[in-house]
């Protein structure tokens, strides 16, 4: 066999140069299908196969703080005091450890960058199992009593402001406004994983690592209250210790937080996910049917060029019986017939291995943020395999049925017939009519179903999100806290910000809100004056952000009763609220909401609603629309924010005023 692998090889490059048309068809067919097939792979392999960067990540469960009766539904961050006393008395984690994200000021060396960071415990990366790729992790005793000044970098902010110089650690950096000392270098495949909605976690880079007691010592109070869900929290289970006994142990823990602490812990449980379950779950189902989806098109373009062989061969059917005439047996002509098959196959390979290249790059430049590690999509070792591994099936399954009909040839009727009537045998013709029906209803199904897709893609589309963001610029805003502390300089920074922005010309609306829609938000409970409260667990929970004045009329929202914020509504006037109108709809139904008070904190005096407006789709739009209530800046400031500039012409016209 290998003594006839050249001649064979020399055999078939001759065939593919005497019929060019033949060739192109044939190879644009399989470049294709091995293409996509080997493109979605990449993803498939990159988000679901590759374990995490994470030294046994089997191991590492999310533990959630969640409502009783929706265990497998809604799943919150934990609050400090909650999450002290889950370490302390848990015994079935090795090692458990949490975090939060926020934003830090980078200044010296170069212009100011803004660096996205993450307060963690101090065990955090012995945790996850990581170790700097260069200097040390934080010892343990940073982070239980005094704030510490140590913080570890990420390698791409490592290469990108610091050149790479072995010698930074140790060295200091001004991080908003404050001295720190780098102890350590995040090695390059490092990533965090972050909740970017309830549910929904994705992979991230930071900038930094600080500890948490940094925290502690600017917003003691926030890290304090028990009642102030903020920190993910991620354990590594014992070995021995599976996920349920675990889950049981925690719930146990829960309950005599309950009933330690019944107003803030009441019909609260835990609830743990496996790490690659809780990155990975929401996009998986997607993923595998796309992966089906793009191997029906790889068995169509199978059919295709089995085709395409089944009248070539045909036509050859007189070279197939001269050479049995003169000696060669069915197992020489066969590998004859593969040969020229596998080199097919592996020429249309290699096309759709560059089709591939070019496909993972614009997926990687696209950051699709909804799929989990999508940077990680290359073209590597198990996706040149799994490449290999298709064409070869490929170039089997499109050459067994024209090599089967053939390598067997009738040499009177062959002889006798020539090549104008040999490709009218029977049985050819019934296979290639069985292929044709095959790809007719392969193609019916993939037709359908992108269909279905393209139906359900133009609804999605056409849901009213309650806001416009045509002609809309945003910008967030991080004010450092060495320069503004108190609510008044807040308000000094956003009323002379505000003051600015509205005079510039093509500017037809600058406002601000904490948190976008579709960028999360900020979930509270809130109560009605003169109506009991409901019972723990049963509160009215609703979504809050805090506006200026113009925000109404920067997102385009519709207002439906009442007024707007204005000017006039400062800390010194009577605190007011706005309120969406299925929040109105469900506590006064078709009551007319204005004029009612509400109460968004037990520690606030109630609130006057002086307005009605549209809902607005906060967490996507394929999410049903949570109830919000709106609080105006100036009651209620706060030094991180996002502006929303409304453009009479090209939003990003108006990047360099901003």
């Known amino acids: ?58 191991q590492l469960v999310f533990v959630w703080d969640t409502p009783g009766d929706k265990a497998e539904k809604l799943t919150y961050p934990v609050s ?101 000392t780098v102890v350590g270098v995040l090695p390059p495949e490092f990533q965090i994983p972050r909740q970017v909605s309830l549910g929904v976690v994705a992979m991230d880079d930071v900038d930094l690592l600080v500890p948490i007691s940094v925290l502690a010592s600017t917003e003691p109070a926030t890290v304090n209250e028990r009642g102030r869900h903020f920190l993910t929290a991620v354990a590594r289970v014992k070995p021995g210790i599976g996920i349920e006994q675990a889950g049981s142990a925690m719930t146990a823990i829960a309950r005599g937080l309950e009933q330690r602490y019944p107003d803030t812990n009441a019909n609260f449980t835990v609830h743990l996910v496996p790490l690659h379950e809780q990155i990975t779950g929401r996009i998986r189902p997607a993923l595998l049917l796309l992966l089906v989806a793009v191997g029906l098109v790889l068995l169509i373009a199978c059919s295709n060029v089995a085709n395409l062989l089944l009248a070539r061969y045909a036509v050859r059917q007189k070279e197939f019986a001269i050479r049995a005439a003169l000696g060669a047996r069915g197992g020489r002509l066969l590998q004859q017939l ?67 009909q053939y390598i067997r040839p009738n040499l009177n009727n062959a002889l006798k017939d020539g090549e104008r009537t040999a490709g009218a045998a029977p049985l050819s013709k019934r296979l290639r009519n069985i292929l044709v029906i095959t790809e007719m209803a392969l193609a019916l199904m993939l037709l359908v179903g992108a269909g279905l897709l393209i139906r359900s893609f133009s609804r999605v ?134 004029g009612q008070r509400v109460t968004t904190s037990a520690k606030a005096p109630p609130s006057e609603i002086v307005g009605v407006v549209d809902d607005v789709k906060e967490a996507g739009v394929e999410d049903a629309t949570n109830p919000e209530v709106y609080l105006p800046y100036q ?24």
């Open 1 to 58: 066999m290998l003594r006839n692998l050249i001649p064979d090889l020399r055999v078939a490059f001759r065939m593919l140069r005497k019929k060019p048309g033949f060739a192109i068809a044939a190879l644009l067919n399989l470049a294709l299908g091995i293409g996509v097939n080997t493109a979605i792979f990449s993803v498939v392999n990159a988000v679901l196969l590759q374990p995490l960067p994470y030294t046994e990540p089997s």
């Open 80 to 180: 400090s005091p909650n999450f002290r006393d889950w370490q302390e008395n848990n015994n079935v984690f090795g090692s458990m450890s949490a975090y939060s994200f926020d934003y830090f000021n980078l200044v010296g060396r170069d212009k100011p960058e803004r660096l996205f960071a993450a307060y963690v415990s101090p065990n955090f990366l012995t945790t996850l199992g990581v170790n700097p790729a260069l200097g040390r992790s934080f010892s343990s005793s940073e982070g239980q009593s005094s704030p510490s000044d140590e913080v570890i970098v990420s390698s791409g902010l490592w290469k990108r402001r610091f050149a790479s110089d072995p010698q930074l650690v140790g060295q200091p950096l001004t991080i908003n406004g404050r001295a720190f």
């Open 461 to 594: 589309l056409a849901v009213d999100m309650g806001f416009d963001p045509r002609n809309v610029l945003t910008a967030e805003i991080f004010l450092p806290p060495d320069k503004y502390s108190t609510p008044a300089q807040f308000i000094g920074f956003h009323g002379s910000l505000m003051e600015k922005l509205k005079n510039e010309p093509g500017v037809e609306s600058a406002a601000t809100v904490n948190i976008l829609p579709l960028k999360g938000t900020r979930t509270i409970s809130i109560g009605v004056e003169g109506q009991p409260d409901p019972p723990p667990g049963h509160e009215v929970m609703v979504s809050q952000r805090i506006v200026s004045p113009a925000y109404f009329s920067a997102m385009a929202i519709p207002l439906r009763q009442g007024r707007v914020f204005t000017d006039h509504d400062t800390a010194r006037s009577s605190p007011v609220v706005i309120i969406s109108q299925s929040l109105a709809r469900k506590l006064w139904g078709q009551e007319n909401a204005v």
């Open 338 to 404: 593969l040969t020229e098959s596998l080199l097919l196959g592996l020429i249309g390979g290699g096309l759709g291995l560059l089709l591939a290249l070019l496909a993972t790059r614009a997926l990687v430049a696209s950051n699709f943020s909804d799929i989990p590690r999508i940077l990680q999509t290359g073209v590597d070792g198990p996706v040149l395999g799994f490449t290999l591994l298709i064409s070869l099936v490929t170039s089997v399954l499109f050459a067994l049925a024209p090599t089967l």
């Open 635 to 658: 009651q209620q400031p706060w030094p991180v924010f996002t502006l929303v500039l409304r453009s009479s012409g090209d939003p990003k016209n108006l990047a360099g005023i901003i």
